[in-house]
């Protein structure tokens, strides 16, 4: 389970919801140490992955980046 993770800061733009999304996606899994959570368990794995999409959206909607610091 162990990966590189992406680096979705750069100075062209923020990153996709897709890219968020499978960012997030990839934190659960490794937090919980789930890959494919039980069918018990999926709700609250989805609820989690979307909670953290959201909040690394609204991360990258306040982010200043160096290069807008300098304009």
Do not use: W
């Amino acid at each position: 389970m162990c990966r590189n993770i992406k680096r979705l800061r750069r100075p062209d733009g923020p990153p996709s919801d897709a890219e968020l999304r499978a960012a997030a996606v990839q934190f659960v899994r490794k937090i919980t140490g789930y890959r494919v959570p039980s069918q018990r368990n999926q709700i609250a794995f989805d609820r989690a992955v979307e909670e953290i999409t959201r909040v690394s959206r609204d991360l990258f909607g306040e982010v200043e980046t160096h290069r807008e610091s300098i304009a």
